[in-house]
Nanobody, 125 residues
Framework: QVQLVESGGGSVQAGGSLRLSCAAS????????MGWFRQAPEKEREFVAA????????YYADSVKGRFTISRDNAKNTVYLQMNSLKPEDTAVYYC??????????????????WGQGTQVTVSS
């Protein structure tokens, strides 16, 4: 059974930083693209960032490019999302997810098979 557990969410003021972590069990992540998504109240879940299995390629939504950095430590089976220069519009529940297939790449939610429970990020102005 694959389990993903996010941590590191919280409340910060605009301009602040947070680092999210996603620890996996039940699956070795080193063959899978990992992604971060977020969902604000009454909005669709949206792509934030993704990183390929070896960490060599990253993808970002335009809204977070230059402010967020996704990384991974396959030895620890963990993926991270460093969020800097946070804005109130970044407020959402953040989810990590792992792709369904090995060595595949995608940014759409339906391409991801396993999801964490989410961690709340709240940015105040």
């Amino acid at each position: 059974q694959v389990q993903l557990v996010e941590s590191g969410g919280g409340s910060v003021q605009a301009g602040g930083s947070l680092r999210l972590s996603c620890a996996a069990s039940g699956r070795t992540l080193s063959s899978y693209t990992m992604g971060w998504f977020r969902q604000a109240p009454e909005k669709e879940r949206e792509f934030v960032a993704a990183i390929t299995w070896g960490g060599g390629t990253t993808y970002y939504a335009d809204s977070v490019k230059g402010r967020f950095t996704i990384s991974r430590d396959n030895a620890k089976n963990t993926v991270y999302l460093q969020m800097n220069s946070l804005k109130p519009e970044d407020t959402a529940v953040y989810y990590c997810a792992t792709q369904a297939s090995k060595f595949s790449v995608g940014v759409r939610p339906h391409e991801y098979a396993y999801w964490g429970q989410g961690t709340q990020v709240t940015v105040s102005s």
